[in-house]
């Protein structure tokens, strides 16, 4: 496959944050040393690559710092690999490589390193990889993203993180499990992504609507959980990731085995697992009671890949116990009012990795097949049929059924099936080059429900067709897309008394479409915009909600009345890449109509276990606009500055008001010195030291709905939230890295400390903010070995 456009054109903008560095280079021949129009150049270690232009020229954008292998393939010529370590410049610029004449009989060139999927799309774009995703070793996947540029994270304790682009989160984002569209009951706030974030070697954010490509729900943005490509080359390797935490007492250990075959070329397999153990988490001041987690996750992957052709089977597992913090946990609203004027738990145990009720138990299971031809004349044809299942558990603190049994049981089982055919491009008589996509694709899902109501059992149907097309200069890339998606939900009801089911039906259909461009000014700026529509069906929440929600402890309604949301997203982005200097300034706006959100009205609700505060789901137009800006200049050659801010304002147009749960505004500072070189050699034994010093600002969202109260029936009754948001905070953190060689294979060594002064903070997306403060002073240890013979 065609791993890139050619090096004169911008695919796309990235608005990233260490992960901004360029490579660029030439490849010629050997013997004529003249340009090799259409070689590859791709980065073994990561998902990405580029394709000379008719000079030969390359480039490579948005690498994070770290040590890569380039491979250099060209038809009718020997391929050649060259070790690169990338540093904190802004641009490294490669000596020509000359790739001698194969004078064997010519054997076919596999190009085993994919185009990212991101790379299929000209719109902003923020990822992590190489040292920048090795930092973040150990945290969930929210976790990992929120240091990004508009992203942020809604969290529920230190144990339930759900990633936020631009204010948007849950069934407004799309995650893409290897290619796989992740359907894991994502509509509950409580409900983290059940992904293992070990698998990726590439976290890629498509920040703004993407529903051209993905569908219906790709209103708020796109993430991609790209794991690394299967080896090529004959041989057996590995690598070995341990975290190790102070605060809770974190333990992990990941790692995978892989083989390609030498017997059967372009076989290949891969075995990999996770095990993590978390305890109680402490602010500065107390431990958060059963705030304990685990996970045993596991995949499995066999591949065969040729240059016309290849298949795959992939199969992943993904099971955790996540302890909910009993402080949250009430029995009453009186209780529940209680909670939250008070400034500290009643409860405020020792440390224990004990893990009781309340608690999450979730267990996903993903079996993916994917295949693919491909022709030099009629492009690549790619089929992927996948199935998911999903089973929550969620416990009580008190068991009202049998105690061994949760009150709370959801199965969720997905298939999805995706066609997809890839124009080869076609170079024009005006220089330029045209490239596409047409795709086909289509989802069914049934829902099981056990013991107390929530959500009703349901089966959902979905059918999509999409067709984008490129054109591209040595300056100028045009992109436009049209889609069509269909949505059918059939809903069951039981009817306890006399045991009849009925059912209510919903369909949806909508058309959306695309339009990109970017302009490369000279080597150093690139200006890009986008202009998209996206669109959302109601889920099954959002019209049926009818009941106690364990883990939320609400009771939440739906309405059976709610219109799919409607989006209209406009995206403006300008970046410089200077030797010295590195600026990305990217300016949105998503106006969304019909926007739905469960609105905290706490009227209570008498239940069997106590009295509790009701939310409803409501519909209102909105609109969210904002800024992301990543800036980093380097002061010395070893010394460099970074800074990112997102800013984002959200408001409530029907009501002439703001939005609940909106992130606020935020900087991200730090100072970045590289102690020695980062190359590494046999004779050097430590390699790329560098220490780094971070300063993070979050200010206090003012922008919130009024927070009122009133009498009603001898309850106190708040409206709009149930408390004003907490105060703005600064943490100060650290990080040390480097490179030590054990037996001729690099450790990579990471330690990283947050909130080092230890403040008490709470903040305003975690929902228990209302009871306990943030966790304190972490110290985390993380090292990753690679193997091989």
């Not at 109601?538 to 709610?562: F, T």
Request: proline letters at 5%; hydrophobic letters at 35%.
């Amino acid at each position: 496959m065609i791993v890139g456009l050619l090096a004169g054109s911008r695919p796309m903008c990235r608005a990233q944050t260490a992960c901004t560095t360029v490579l660029a280079g030439r490849i010629l021949s050997a013997d004529t040393y003249k340009p090799l129009t259409g070689a590859t150049v791709t980065i073994r270690q990561l998902t990405t690559g580029a394709v000379a232009d008719t000079a030969g020229y390359f480039r490579l954008s948005g690498v994070c710092p770290g040590n890569y292998t380039v491979e250099y393939q060209f038809l009718g010529y020997k391929s050649l690999s060259q070790p690169v370590t990338v540093g904190s410049d802004s641009v490294v610029t490669m000596a020509a490589v000359a790739l001698p004449v194969d004078n064997q009989t010519l054997q076919e060139v596999i190009v085993t390193d994919r185009r990212s999927e991101a790379q299929k799309l000209l719109q902003v774009q923020t990822a992590l990889s190489g040292s920048a995703l090795d930092a973040t070793r150990g945290q969930s996947l929210g976790e990992s993203l929120k240091g990004l540029p508009g992203l942020y994270a809604v969290q529920t304790g230190p144990s339930i993180s759900k990633p936020v682009i631009h204010g948007l989160y849950s069934n407004r984002i799309v995650t893409l499990n290897n290619g796989v569209r992740q359907e894991d009951q994502q509509w509950g706030s409580e409900h983290a992504p059940q992904i293992d974030p070990f698998l990726a070697t590439r976290l890629t954010v498509i920040k703004g609507a993407a529903s051209i490509r993905y569908g219906s729900d790709a209103i708020g943005g796109v993430i991609l959980v790209e794991p690394k490509a299967m080896p090529s080359s004959p041989g057996f390797g590995g690598e070995v990731n341990v975290v190790a935490g102070t605060n809770g007492g974190q333990g992990v250990v990941s790692g995978y085995i892989e083989q390609a075959l030498k017997q059967i070329a372009g076989l290949s397999w891969r075995l990999q697992g996770t095990l993590k153990r978390v305890g109680y988490a402490r602010t500065p001041d107390y431990y958060l009671e059963n705030s304990s987690y685990r996970e045993n996750n596991l995949s499995g992957t066999v591949a065969y890949n040729r240059r016309r052709g290849g298949a795959e089977v992939f199969y992943s597992q993904f099971n955790t116990h996540v302890g909910l913090f009993t402080g949250a946990q009430v029995g009453s609203l009186a209780d529940f009012y209680a909670a939250i004027a008070r400034p500290e738990p009643l409860s405020q145990p020792g440390f224990s990795y004990d893990l009781g009720r309340p608690y999450q138990h979730v267990q996903h299971d993903l079996l993916k097949f994917r295949a693919f031809l491909r022709s030099e004349r009629w492009g690549t044809v790619t089929v992927t049929i996948a199935r998911q299942q999903n089973v929550r558990r969620e416990y009580d603190v008190l068991a009202f059924s049998r105690s061994t049994d949760p009150e709370l049981y959801l199965k969720l089982v997905t298939q999805t099936a995706d066609l997809v055919w890839e124009q080869e491009p076609v170079k024009l008589a005006g220089r330029g080059q045209l490239s596409g996509s047409v795709g086909l694709s289509g989802i069914t899902q049934g829902n099981v429900r056990r013991f107390l109501f929530l959500i009703p059992n349901y089966r959902n149907y979905g059918l999509g067709v999409f067709a984008m097309e490129r054109y591209a200069t040595a300056r100028w890339t045009v992109e436009a897309g049209i889609r069509y998606d269909y949505r059918w939900l059939r809903a069951f009801f039981l009817d306890e008394s006399t045991n009849a089911v009925t059912a209510r039906t919903r369909d949806w259909r909508n058309t959306t479409g695309s339009l990109g461009v970017t302009y490369q000014a000279n080597q150093h700026l690139t200006v890009s915009g986008n202009l998209s529509t996206a669109w959302r069906a109601p889920n099954v929440s959002d019209l049926y909600s009818d009941g106690l929600h364990q883990s939320a402890v609400a009771y939440e309604r739906g309405n059976p009345d709610l219109k799919p949301e409607q989006a209209l997203n406009t995206n403006l982005s300008l970046e410089y890449t200077g030797q010295r200097f590195y600026a990305d300034i990217g300016l949105y706006t998503n106006q969304i109509d019909n926007y739905i959100y469960l609105k905290p009205d706490s009227v209570p609700i008498v239940r069997q276990r106590g009295t509790f505060p009701a939310y409803s789901y409501s519909q209102v137009l909105a609109s969210f606009r904002g800024v992301d800006a990543t800036i980093r200049y380097k002061l010395t050659d070893r010394l460099t500055l970074s800074s990112r801010t997102s800013i984002l304002f959200a408001y409530d147009r029907t009501n002439h008001s703001y939005l609940v749960y909106i992130p606020p505004n935020r900087t991200d500072n730090s100072l970045r010195y590289a102690v020695g070189q980062m190359e590494a050699s046999a004779r050097k034994r430590l390699s790329g030291l560098y220490v780094s010093l971070t300063h993070n600002y979050v200010a206090r969202q003012n922008r919130v709905p009024a927070v009122t109260q009133r009498q009603e029936n001898g309850q106190v009754i708040f409206t709009g939230d149930f408390a004003p948001p907490p105060a703005a905070y600064s943490l100060v953190g650290a990080e040390v890295g480097f490179a030590w060689r054990v037996i001729h294979r690099p450790l990579t060594v990471i330690l990283t400390g947050t909130n080092l002064f230890n403040r008490a903070y709470r903040d305003y997306l975690d929902r228990f903010r209302y009871f306990a403060d943030e966790p304190g002073r972490n110290l985390i240890l993380k090292l990753k070995l690679p193997l091989g013979l």
